[in-house]
């Protein structure tokens, strides 16, 4: 099993809905959990981390389940300026990345 | 935020030769670095963790006689491509870390290297 592992997509979601990502790790001991935002050429930019009780900021929803050893982001009422690659980042000694999954909002 | 500093942003190199890139974390002491190498249209993928005053950590795979790492100091941490070649063109990123295990990691802004 991979250490990190992401459906690459592409999503191509209508602007205005909602879409959600989900991601899987590996390593039961992981302790922090992040997801990331990369554009085009462009260096990942934190996106929001990961809590045990869920997090939410904006229009973006993040939570955690360790019984399934896996993260999840929410996006509603999507944006235009949404489209890019998420990342899900998983760090314990090491950050170690998901491949990515391809979000595409359609005007 | 933390502001992480990679230079040259790009690069074009001839074969057989060697390039240099350096990171630096420019308002806080990184204890961990990182460097990731993302080929087009690939995912990020980890070559190597290096920590300031030890060698570096290399992914399986990973030459670490052809990417020569050096992490002297708390802000600087070099990766060292020798030998260059056409194959090793790529995007490679740098991200440090305070240590912590539950800070974020902040990136530079990544180098292209071209290999003619």
């Known amino acids: 099993r991979k250490e990190v592992e992401q459906d690459p997509g592409p999503f191509n979601v209508p602007e205005g809905a909602t879409v959600a990502f989900n991601c899987t790790y590996s390593?039961?001991?992981?302790?922090?959990f992040f997801w990331y935002r990369q554009d085009c050429r462009k260096e990942p930019k934190l996106l929001m981390s990961?809590?045990?009780s869920g997090n939410e900021d904006g229009r973006f929803t993040a939570q955690l389940n360790r019984a399934s050893q896996y993260i999840s982001l929410l996006i509603r009422d999507s944006k235009l300026s949404d489209s890019a690659t998420y990342l899900c980042?998983?760090?314990?000694?090491?950050?170690?990345f998901g491949k990515g999954t391809r979000l595409h909002i359609l005007p | 935020g933390a502001v992480v500093s990679q230079h040259p942003s790009w690069v074009i190199c001839k074969s057989g030769t060697s390039v240099k890139i350096e990171c630096r974390s420019l308002?806080?002491?990184?204890?961990?670095m990182f460097w990731y190498r993302q080929f087009p249209k690939q995912s990020l993928m980890l070559m190597a963790t290096?920590?300031?005053?030890?060698?570096?950590?290399?992914e399986q795979g990973v030459e670490k006689d052809k990417f020569l790492i050096n992490h002297a100091s708390l802000t600087l941490s070099t990766l060292t491509v020798t030998s260059a070649h056409p194959e090793d063109s790529s995007f490679y990123i740098c991200s440090a870390s305070r240590g912590s295990m539950n800070t974020e990691a902040f990136f530079g802004q990544g180098t292209r290297l071209t290999v003619v």
């Open positions: 308002d806080f002491q990184a204890t961990t």
């Open positions: 980042v998983v760090k314990d000694d090491k950050i170690i």
């Open positions: 990961v809590y045990s």
């Open positions: 290096s920590n300031e005053g030890s060698k570096a950590t290399y």
């Open positions: 390593n039961s001991a992981s302790q922090s």
